[in-house]
């Protein structure tokens, strides 16, 4: 043979000796993984799926082959690793035993849509791609923990196993009327301010959505503050509260916005001190909590039961989930499928369709390139509170209940229209993969949809 075709097949050979060794050898995987418990057979049919194709892009430190050390290869394989984790992460889901709902819609529409593993990979594990045996056991392993851990039984048999649910009617634990009442009451005063001239309902007024619908609200001493109120609406099924998350509850953040220079700029004594001075106001707090003083305590926990009862149901998106008929045109209902299939979903989950993860646009720079600015501090979000590089950039995803009142749109208030909105959401933070053509007659019907999306509050329409 000559020296050019002896290049050739040694050159070959070299490409060839990689994904045969991963035949032969498997890939390793960490002892941390293999020792997790599972509760069901389907749980410990997906570990096993994991263990085999996904986990070494999608857990922390998992055990990589032995040419992952190598120059190119090294650099390319620990890129895969970071990133893949960063989106999705195989070791944290069974640990949970699936109970992370956004988490479990990012796997199954990888699966519906066939996205992983990725390209590069399968060319380096020939026998990688899920078979469609695996893709069943997997997109019926999500049925069974949403089945058993999210759905509340109230959506129709077609919507049953979906990532969206419709809200429940009531919050499921008893509430006590009288911390309700405090509550209220608490939330429309206006000596939790300084001044005494704001109260919590002049920033999340529930006339206009549990928002101010303003672009930056009015502060305490007219001052403009710089980021969105977001609605307290079905606020209470968030993962935790503000932009960022750094109130882990309703109760947490109601301790916040007394104290906030740029809200109500108080602070305890001084409410306490007005607070004290009301006969009837403390009255009713006694009657509430005992005999306890005014303090901290019973003041952020009556707002946060109040809020409890701010829960919206019965939109005509709802409704449509629980299996009424014309509520929704064709036009809407396509919405709500393409929703869907465009991966809204995947991030926009569960019953307020929203709020239950901190997500980033795929590429920040980009993102913030098509607002027309450069990022501040406030836009690093849950980075500013973690300091984990990982979380810069990233908000809670907000929800999107009621959104037709909940305007101006995203944290910074910059947006007003919501076909923008869904634009900028389809090209920045849908991930690439899944991403797939959306016209504007998509971006029509879901807007549509959207705007059917408004329930009702204590039993009357918003
Ligand atoms: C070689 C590495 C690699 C393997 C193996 C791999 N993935 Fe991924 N995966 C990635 C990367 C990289 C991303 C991020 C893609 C992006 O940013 O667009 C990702 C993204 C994902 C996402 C997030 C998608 C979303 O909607 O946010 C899921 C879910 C996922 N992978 C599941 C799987 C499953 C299930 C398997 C096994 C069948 C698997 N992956 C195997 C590298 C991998
Ligand atoms: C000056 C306007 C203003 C006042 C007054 C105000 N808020 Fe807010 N609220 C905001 C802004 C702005 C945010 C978002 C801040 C952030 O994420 O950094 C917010 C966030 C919240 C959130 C988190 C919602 C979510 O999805 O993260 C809740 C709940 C809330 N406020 C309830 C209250 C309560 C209760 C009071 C009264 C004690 C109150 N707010 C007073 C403007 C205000
Ligand atoms: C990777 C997660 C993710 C995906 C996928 C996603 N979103 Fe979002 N969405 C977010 C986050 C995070 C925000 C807040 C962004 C911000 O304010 O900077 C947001 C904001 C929004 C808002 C504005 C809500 C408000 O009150 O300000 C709308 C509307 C929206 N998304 C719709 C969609 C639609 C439609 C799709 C599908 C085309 C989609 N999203 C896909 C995470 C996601």
Known sequence: MKRKAWWAVAVVAAGLAFPISNLILGVPVRATYMELATETPLEARAKEIFAGKCVMCHMDDPGLPFYASFPVASSLIRRHVTDGTAIWNAWELIAAHGAQEVSLAK??????????????????????????????????????????????GLASAAFASWPIQPLPDRWPEELDPKKLRLGEM????????????????????????????????????????????????NAVFNLAQFWDGRARDLADQAGGPPFNPIEMASNWSEIVGKLSKDAE?????????????????????????????????????????????????????????????????????????????FER???????????????????????????????????????????????????????????KVVRLMHDHFVPELNRRRMSDADVERIVAMLMKNTGQLHGRPL
């Open 361 to 419: 646009p795929k590429d920040p720079a980009a993102f913030y390139a098509a607002l027309g600015r450069a990022p501040v501090h406030d836009d690093f979000g849950r980075y500013n509170v973690t300091t984990n590089e990982a979380d810069r950039f990233k908000m809670k995803v907000p929800n999107l209940r009621n959104i037709a009142l909940t305007f101006p749109y995203l944290h910074d208030d910059s947006q007003t229209d919501l076909r």
């Open 107 to 152: 796997l199954e529409q990888s699966v519906l849509l066939d996205t992983m593993p990725i390209l590069p990979y399968l060319l380096m594990h020939w026998d990688s791609a899920l078979s469609a045996r695996e893709k069943k056991d997997l997109l019926a392993w999500v049925r069974e923990v949403r089945a058993k851990r999210f759905a509340r």
């Open 281 to 357: 106001l403390t009255a009713l707090m006694k009657e509430a909590y005992g005999d306890v003083e005014w303090g901290p305590e019973p003041v952020t926990h009556a707002i946060a039961e109040f809020e409890k009862t701010l829960i919206t149901p019965d939109s005509p998106v709802d409704r449509h989930l629980k299996g009424e008929k014309g509520v929704l045109t064709d036009e809407e209902a396509a919405g709500l499928a393409l929703f869907r299939d465009h991966s809204c979903a995947t991030c926009h989950t569960g019953e307020s369709m929203g709020g239950k993860s």
């Open 186 to 233: 608490l939330c429309h005063d206006k000596r939790l301010s300084t001044d005494d001239t704001l109260a919590c309902a002049g920033c999340h007024a529930l006339t206009k959505g549990g928002t101010d619908q303003r672009q930056f609200s009015i502060v305490v001493r007219n001052q403009v503050g710089g980021i969105n109120a977001p609605t307290v609406f």
